[in-house]
């Protein structure tokens, strides 16, 4: 079975401080029923594997490079971050999208790098509003995963996690219904059994945007959501672990 993942996204978001603040709050109130990550800046990472120190919280990086090293002037590769005991690494973040220009392109040259060095990769997929009002959600997210389907092997998939984050609902406070967010589910699990009926079935498919502890229960109770993608609420060390015990 797939077991429940709550992860933070702290996007550019921290201090040392806050780093101890939050993990120390998180750490007390660990649930065991659900897998816990959090995503902080560069920066904050190795403190922050530091104070996990394998208690259970995973540490990821919110991207990570297309290349191995070299001149890529500000730039992290992914050795680098399994060197600093990075376990997992967001790719295609709506945010990197939009404001980065990251193309279905990069993501997938960005999974082979996390996949290379044993980091799993959460991917992003989602829609704008605009998509959906034109009810193109499926096809937009269909492309977005299109790549990903035709070129990864079984064994690439199982470092694989996939959040559907519809743009419309991050950090706007405006939740996807848990119909609308499990429809989307469900249509990417089908989209996954291209791959394999295996990975489909083995596959966690987070949801994102704008998760709190009040619509996570519902959220997490559907069949095909196996957990979320927290950004503003994963800052909140009690909202973040009320969300985690949903
Ligand atoms: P939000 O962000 O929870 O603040 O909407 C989610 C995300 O961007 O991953």
């Keep these: 079975m797939r077991r429940l993942l709550v992860a933070g996204n702290w996007k550019m978001n ?16 660990l649930p065991d029923h659900c897998d816990v990550a959090v995503f902080p800046p560069f920066p904050y990472i190795s403190q922050a594997v530091d104070l996990v120190g394998g208690a259970g919280v995973a540490v990821g990086a919110q991207n990570v490079a297309k290349d191995d090293e070299g001149a890529f002037t500000g730039e992290v590769s992914a050795a680098m971050l399994a060197d600093v005991g990075c376990t997992m690494a967001l790719v295609g973040h709506s945010e990197r999208r939009a404001l980065y220009a990251e193309s279905d392109y990069d993501v997938l040259v960005k999974v082979r790098q996390l996949v290379k060095h044993g980091i799993t990769a959460v991917v992003c997929v989602g829609e704008t509003l605009e998509q959906r009002k034109a009810i193109r959600e499926e096809s937009v997210v ?52 291209k791959v394999s009926d295996t990975v489909a079935a083995k596959t966690r498919i987070l949801y994102g945007g704008s998760v709190k502890a009040a619509s996570a229960a519902e959220l997490f109770s559907q069949p095909d959501i196996d957990g979320g993608l927290v950004g503003g609420a994963s800052l909140d060390a009690a909202e973040f672990t009320a969300i985690c015990r949903a």
């Design 142 to 193: 269909s492309e977005q995963l299109s790549l990903l389907i035709g070129e990864l092997s079984n064994a690439d998939w199982e470092k694989m996690i996939i959040a559907y984050e519809p743009v419309w609902a991050i950090g706007t406070g405006e939740t996807a219904t848990p119909e609308q967010a499990q429809g989307m589910h469900a249509f990417i699990r089908s989209e996954l059994k």
């Design 14 to 29: 921290a201090s040392s401080e806050m780093t101890g603040t939050l993990l120390s709050g998180v750490l007390d109130n």
